[in-house]
């Protein structure tokens, strides 16, 4: 069906080197994406953690070129395969949207077409880039449906978007996504609009897909739970930057980052009593445009010393599979004496309320 | 424990700080100087307007030249000249004249229809999308109604027929019968597609949280139609207020065109272009071709004013 | 289906609501209808009571109307006095040629003003859409009398192409004539219609164009002619379809202008005649077919609303 059969099994599929993606506004250049290299290997999922405004989906944009009008790749390479794709202009960068690479999007009901029977929206990629007929491109759309384990496929061929519930349409969209074998699948928030019941349910389908067809996965969110049992990597971003990346099991063993603990610890747990206070980052992700000297994430950082305000920290590794920015990382002795001092802090705090 | 407000981690599901921030940017403000230009002229038209009567160097309206200057213009064929600005009609009057008196008449007119037509439509608009129901269902009947009058039957019907000639007593104040039947009828036609915009706009509104709490807090319906909706339908109703005017003048030129708007004791531009017409290729070209301009700025003006007022105050249905 | 039927009711209702009215209104304001309808010559007294007795205008008005109607249905309107032919002779000869005019200005406004639009769209901020922007928004501000009187001067008068008073030509008979007759009065017409049509369609497609599912459809690989005319095209058509319903009326009151300056003997004609000479029967025959287009051309765009978007068809299913 596809060329899948003669691809590498295993290697470098995507190495990205210094990216940096700005937006010209009228207030002035915003810098949403600024300086970010990794690589991604073949039939691996990475996932891409932040906040909103942190950058995260303009970078997985930056990657598959489908930038807004006012956003461009400034500098840097992204090596698809050996192409680096920051140079292709749009007509180059069609080549491989949908038949190499393609993207699974956030909300469902309002990206797919209103107004286009789900059968012929998966069907159209298939007609334009393999030369389907009508026939065989439905026969195609079909055992998609199948293969996402929709209820009643054949039903749903001939129904509109609207008709569908959320888990439908997003699996239909799964469907689009996966209909012409593409290498590398991008998921930006694909369960954020979606019930709580179905998440879990379309990630597994993700990850299922991905093992099928040994692709790359890229999978943007906010949640660090959803990443932590679907990706193989995690990079953490921050204010256009990379914060902390590691393998999925390093990375929850042993974050470094006080911006990656913090996410964590936003994230309710099962196991804890159900009326345990979540700990939220105070303040607001930085101005792009005039990001702050030094580390972007001190002013917020519980943890932040002068150093922090003046000198930005680069990303060094620490092994083969973690590499983090940070000047007091978390179990720094520095660290150590400021968690202190904040729990004797809630501890009065605490004292005080009782009394 | 004390009850804080936590900062929780904002939901993606909301468009991001940079793509409002993307959205946001305005485009290239293009109008500004015509806004600033259509303003400009528009005062220096209603300036000649109001003051024709009084203005010393305004020949009136129906003055004929005599002696030395009449046989000067018989050679000269209505060209702009120092004393006759806009040239002259066949008989010798002067264009500037007619068409500053025109001008007191046309905006008078267009004027006296949109300030009618936005009462009535918006008050019909404002209980139609406020209280719905059968009253709604009645007012949207006489909406189609209105609208599926064909415009110029109507016209045809109302001036042609009710006021052809005469004056009309209306006790304080007489008027000319045409002048009445006109605004009548220009105000018909505004009436319905008014009262749409207003009854759309109040029923989105009447949805909003601070209504429903008034309403909750046993707020009387006229006091919140008055003192919560009210003010929010202004500045939809002001932009609509001047590309309504804008229409208004091209309907009145038309009418006035087919004879069917004021034509004594002096017409409007839109008459006086088609009593110059058959002169054109005898060189009364230029008694055209001013009354023309005119109209075309005036309703581009209005236009011009109306779009930015819209774009101001971010209103789609008042757009063109 | 129930949603066509009730809309189907709702748009008779409206036309017998207009023709009622019209008739009251234009009987009430004759000092004498009857006398009106025997016209300016043969009124004897005699006359003018046997037309009152034929047209039933002894009657309460509800009683004339009900007479309107059946004579409508049969088709036997009564005879014009002043044109000396039945009405039903007069509107059938006049009828066609401003439906053809009608025809002409939108469907030529609406194969202009599609790809206009598409590209000032697609090219949003760019020269292109700069200048037609501009241009529409003059256009729109320019009144049609000023229009016709500008072709009739340069394109009649002065240069000679087209022929300044128009005849009744059919297209079956010599199209290149019938072109040649009715090309200013539909240009007159359709300048105006093209700028409100690209107007709608472009700031409808510029909002399309940013949502999600365009993204999509861009990530799926597909063309930029592909995205516009197939996924982008087909959700910005509402607007444009609601303005093509509202703007009938206003094409009609534009013919009646457009007919007269060029002198196309259409109904637009017809009926400012009839006005004027006070030929009552015509007037309501004239007014009953104006609000008839309207009401049908409401009833087919209300129906194209459906086949466009399934929501739609499926929301009315329902309800």
Not at chain 2, 260 to 265: A, E, I, N, R
Request: proline letters at 5%.
């Amino acid at each position: 069906m596809t060329s899948a059969m003669h691809r590498p099994q295993d290697g470098t599929l995507l190495e990205l080197r210094d990216v940096r993606t700005h937006f010209s506004t009228a207030r002035g250049i915003v810098r949403a994406v600024d300086g970010v290299s990794f690589t991604l290997e073949r039939g691996k999922a990475l996932g891409i953690v932040g906040e909103s405004g942190s950058g995260k989906t303009i970078l997985a944009r930056s990657i598959m070129g489908l930038l807004p009008k006012r956003g461009t790749i400034r500098q840097g390479e992204v090596l698809y395969a050996g192409d680096d794709l920051a140079k292709l202009d749009l007509k180059g960068m069609r080549k491989f949207w949908g038949q190499e690479m393609s993207m699974i999007f956030q909300d469902p009901m309002t990206s797919l077409n209103p107004l286009m029977k789900i059968g012929n929206q998966i069907g159209e990629p298939l007609r334009v880039h393999l030369g389907m007929d009508k026939e065989n491109a439905r026969a195609t759309a079909l055992k998609l449906l199948q293969d996402v384990k929709i209820p009643e496929p054949e039903k749903r061929l001939d129904q509109y978007p609207h008709e569908l519930s959320g888990g439908m349409r997003q699996r239909a969209m799964i469907a689009i996504a996966l209909a012409c074998g593409p290498t590398l699948l991008f998921a930006d928030e694909p369960t954020t609009a979606l019930d709580v019941t179905v998440q879990a349910q379309i990630l597994d389908l993700i990850q299922e897909q991905r093992r099928d067809r040994n692709m790359s996965v890229i999978l943007v969110t906010h949640d660090l739970g959803v990443v932590a049992g679907h990706t193989d990597e995690i990079a953490v971003m921050y204010a256009g930057t990379l914060a902390e990346k590691a393998t999925t099991a390093e990375l929850f063993a042993n974050m470094k980052h006080p911006y990656t603990e913090a996410l964590l610890r936003s994230i309710p747990k099962l196991d804890q009593p159900s009326h345990t206070r979540l700990m939220a980052i105070g303040g607001r992700p930085p101005d792009l445009i005039t990001p702050p000297t030094g580390c972007r994430f001190a002013p917020r950082c519980p943890y932040a010393t002068e150093k922090c305000r003046t000198e930005i920290p680069v990303l060094e590794s620490i092994s083969a599979e973690h590499s983090f920015a940070c000047w007091n990382p978390v179990g720094s002795s520095h660290w150590q004496s400021k968690q202190d001092e904040l729990a004797s802090n809630a501890g009065l705090a605490s004292a005080g309320g009782q009394a | 424990m004390t009850d804080i407000v936590l900062d929780t981690p904002s939901k993606p599901a909301k468009p991001s700080p940079l793509t409002r921030l993307i959205g946001r940017v305005p485009p290239i403000r293009k109008w500004k100087w015509g806004f600033v230009l259509s303003v400009a002229y528009l005062v220096v038209l209603t300036f000649f307007a109001v003051f024709a009567n009084v203005l010393p160097f305004i020949r009136r309206y129906n003055e004929l030249p005599k002696g030395a200057a009449a046989r000067k213009l018989a050679s000269y064929r209505g060209k702009p000249s120092g004393s006759y600005w806009f040239g002259n009609d066949k008989l010798g009057r002067d264009t500037f004249a007619r068409s500053v008196y025109a001008a007191q008449k046309t905006l008078t007119i267009g004027l006296a229809s949109i300030v009618a037509a936005l009462v009535i439509g918006g008050l019909l608009g404002m209980l139609a999308g406020y209280y719905r129901g059968w009253y709604d269902r009645v007012l949207s009947v006489i909406f189609d109604v209105l609208l599926a009058f064909p415009a110029i039957v109507l016209a045809l019907i109302v001036v042609g027929r009710f006021f052809q000639s005469g004056r009309l007593n209306l006790g304080l104040f007489q008027m000319d019968k045409r002048f009445f039947g006109v605004i009548v009828v220009l105000t018909l036609l505004s009436v319905a597609p008014l009262a749409r915009i207003v009854r759309a706009q109040t029923l989105a509104l009447s949805q909003r949280e601070y209504v429903l709490a008034a309403r909750g807090l046993g707020a009387s319906s006229w006091r919140i139609l008055i003192r919560e909706i009210l003010p929010n339908l202004l500045p939809a109703m002001f932009s609509v207020a001047f590309t309504g005017l804008a229409v208004l003048l091209v309907a009145e030129g038309g009418l006035a065109f087919l004879g069917f708007s004021v034509q004594l004791p002096f017409p409007t531009w839109g008459f006086m272009i088609n009593e110059a017409r058959p002169d054109i290729v005898k060189g009364g070209g230029w008694a055209v071709f001013f009354p023309c301009i005119l109209l075309f700025l005036t309703v581009l003006a209005f236009n011009v004013i109306g779009d930015r007022v819209a774009r101001r105050f971010d209103i789609r249905e008042a757009t063109l | 289906m129930r949603y066509f039927a009730q809309r189907f009711l709702q748009l008779i209702v409206v036309f017998l609501i207009v023709t009622f009215v019209t008739m009251v209104a234009i009987q009430a304001a004759s000092k004498d209808p009857a006398r009106d309808l025997a016209g300016p010559l043969n009124s004897t007294e005699a006359r003018v009571e046997e037309i009152r007795k034929h047209y039933h205008l002894d009657r309460a008005y509800p009683i004339r109307y009900a007479y309107w109607l059946k004579n409508l249905v049969t088709l036997d309107l009564g005879n014009s006095p002043t044109l000396g032919a039945s009405v039903r002779t007069l509107v059938g000869q006049r009828a066609p040629i401003t439906l053809l005019l009608g025809l002409y200005s939108i469907g030529l406004a609406l194969i202009l003003s599609l790809p206009i639009a598409v590209y000032a769209a697609y090219r949003r901020d760019g020269p292109f859409d700069r200048f037609v922007s501009g241009a529409t928004f003059a256009a729109v501000s320019l009144p049609n009398i000023i229009l016709a009187v500008l072709l009739g001067y340069f394109f009649a008068t002065k240069w000679r192409i087209f022929p300044y008073a128009a005849s009744k030509i059919w297209p079956w008979d010599d199209f290149g004539e019938h072109v040649r007759n009715v090309a200013l009065p539909t240009i007159t017409l359709a300048v105006g219609l093209i700028a409100i049509f690209v107007r709608l369609l472009r700031a409808d497609l510029v909002n399309t164009l940013q949502s999600d599912f365009i993204v999509m459809a861009r990530a799926k690989g597909l063309s930029p002619a592909r995205i516009l005319w197939r996924h982008a095209l087909r959700s910005s058509l509402f607007s444009l379809m609601t303005s093509v319903a509202l703007q009938f009326g206003g094409i009609l009151g534009g013919a009646v202008v457009a007919e007269q300056i060029f002198a196309l003997p259409g109904m637009g004609l017809l009926l400012f005649q009839a006005v004027q000479q006070k030929d009552l029967l015509v007037v309501q025959a004239c007014a009953a077919l104006f609000a008839l287009a309207v009401v049908i051309i409401n009833f087919i765009v209300d129906m194209l609303y459906a086949v466009v978007d399934p929501r739609i068809r499926h929301a009315r299913a329902l309800g």
